[in-house]
């Protein structure tokens, strides 16, 4: 092996740490991104579903619900937000959202007082994924209470879109600090 010149060395040993560290942490912004973007879509989906909650009653046995929510997403065809309400498995209220959606199955109720948050969940067979949130809570009916299942689903479409601009921006950031600091 001929003797390499000490400046030659330090500009190996520079690029080696460098192709070492970009994706290192682009890995770990990536993480750290991605478990803030999921923390802040289930809060998004909890208070979607409280909303819907404080809104729903029983009167003569019937489940009522208003035609337009408050939360504007779920009153809005294609917003990629759909709410559902079942009662004892059985779907009796979906959002004005839900026009084009076909209901295959709603997920497994959750126990009353219990959550469940998915982050990848398939609605229906169209292929798409959604975030998937449910509560079930019990109301009084007359005469007793009734568990009553709220769901709220989000479209993953927007969520993944976003996460891949800040890893191109992250990458070309990172590919153009190294690539100025090797120079």
């Known amino acids: 092996m001929p003797n390499l010149s000490l400046r030659l060395r330090s500009l190996l040993i520079?690029?080696?740490?460098?192709?070492?560290?970009?994706?290192?942490?682009?890995?770990?912004?990536?993480?750290?991104?991605?478990?803030s973007l999921l923390q802040a879509k289930y809060n998004e989906l909890?208070?979607?579903?409280?909303?819907?909650?404080?809104?729903?009653?029983?009167?003569?046995?019937?489940?009522l619900m208003p035609q337009m929510l408050?939360?504007?997403?779920?009153?809005?065809?294609?917003?990629?937000?759909?709410?559902?309400?079942?009662?004892?498995?059985?779907?009796?209220?979906?959002?004005?959202?839900?026009?084009?959606?076909?209901?295959d199955s709603l997920m497994t109720t959750p126990a009353i007082g219990d959550e469940v948050f998915v982050p990848q969940y398939a609605l229906d067979d169209s292929?798409?994924?959604?975030?998937?949130y449910a509560f079930t809570a019990e109301f009084d009916n007359g005469d007793q209470y009734i568990p009553v299942s709220f769901?709220?689903?989000?479209?993953?479409?927007?969520?993944?879109?976003e996460r891949d601009a800040f890893l191109r921006s992250v990458w070309q950031f990172l590919g153009a600090l190294g690539a100025g600091l090797s120079i």
């Open 127 to 132: 292929g798409s994924e959604y975030f998937a």
């Open 151 to 161: 769901y709220v689903f989000n479209d993953r479409r927007d969520f993944l879109h």
């Open 70 to 103: 408050y939360d504007e997403q779920l009153n809005l065809p294609d917003s990629g937000y759909v709410g559902a309400i079942s009662v004892n498995n059985q779907l009796v209220w979906q959002s004005a959202s839900s026009v084009y959606t076909v209901f």
């Open 14 to 35: 520079a690029i080696l740490a460098l192709g070492i560290f970009i994706p290192v942490t682009v890995l770990t912004l990536s993480k750290a991104y991605t478990s």
């Open 46 to 63: 909890k208070l979607m579903n409280l909303a819907m909650i404080s809104v729903f009653e029983f009167e003569d046995g019937e489940s």
